[in-house]
């Protein structure tokens, strides 16, 4: 079983779509959780950390299930200009794993 | 503020040379990493430093693959002899320090052995 596993999609949805996309661990003793955002040819950039609360920025929400192991990432209102690949990342022991990322279309 | 910077951005060479890319951190950040990004294997981390100190190579491939933080602000990546099986883009990111897990990338190096 991989360390960080997640679905590559593409997830295509319209603008304004709610989209949600999982991300299953399996080191019960991670630690800290990511969600990083990759367009075509470009450098991974950090969207979110994840708490244990869960937390919010703007159209994004982060959620962090310990018991079921997975973090999941929502996409409220989607814009074209969300359209990307989207990486989770587990840290363990200070270091991140990430998954392979789930890619995202908005279409019009 | 200027982000991580890696040079060159782009790495054309043929099989059998020695290929060093090069890494700057964000200025203050203490701990460095080398990733490597393929389709078929995605983001892998290859090395990491903290305070100029490696701490775990266990994802270097081989020993063809070395690598070294002379000083807090320059890390290099160093190929030799270098292979087609080498192409794939090479990410330097940093981190703050041991209490912060953020890590921020670089654009990166688009490495490709002919």
């Known amino acids: 079983r991989k360390e960080v596993e997640q679905d590559p999609g593409p997830f295509n949805v319209p603008e304004g779509a709610t989209v949600a996309f999982n991300c299953t661990y399996s080191n019960s003793a991670s630690q800290s959780f990511f969600w990083y955002r990759q367009d075509c040819r470009k450098e991974p950039k950090l969207l979110m950390s994840v708490y244990s609360s869960g937390n919010e920025d703007g159209r994004f929400t982060a959620q962090l299930n310990r018991a079921s192991q997975y973090i999941s990432l929502l996409i409220r209102d989607s814009k074209l200009s969300d359209s990307a690949t989207y990486l989770c990342?587990?840290?363990?022991?200070?270091?991140?794993?990430f998954g392979t990322g789930t890619q995202l279309k908005v279409e019009l | 503020d200027a982000g991580v910077i890696q040079s060159p951005r782009h790495e054309v060479t043929e099989m059998g040379q020695e290929v060093t890319l090069r890494c700057k951190p964000i200025?203050?950040?203490?701990?460095l990493f080398w990733y490597r990004q393929t389709m078929m294997r995605g983001l892998e981390l290859l090395i990491y430093?903290?305070?100029?100190?490696?701490?775990?190579d266990s994802g270097m491939p081989e020993d063809r693959f070395s690598a070294k933080m002379p000083n807090a602000s320059f890390s290099t990546l160093k190929i030799q002899p270098s292979e087609p099986r080498d192409s794939a883009v090479y990410f330097c990111?940093?981190?703050?320090?041991?209490?912060?897990?953020?890590?921020?990338f670089g654009p990166g190096t688009r490495l490709t052995v002919t």
């Open positions: 200025s203050g950040h203490n701990s």
């Open positions: 430093f903290n305070n100029n100190v490696p701490i775990d």
């Open positions: 990111a940093s981190r703050l320090g041991a209490d912060s897990y953020e890590q921020y």
């Open positions: 990342a587990v840290n363990l022991r200070n270091k991140l794993t």
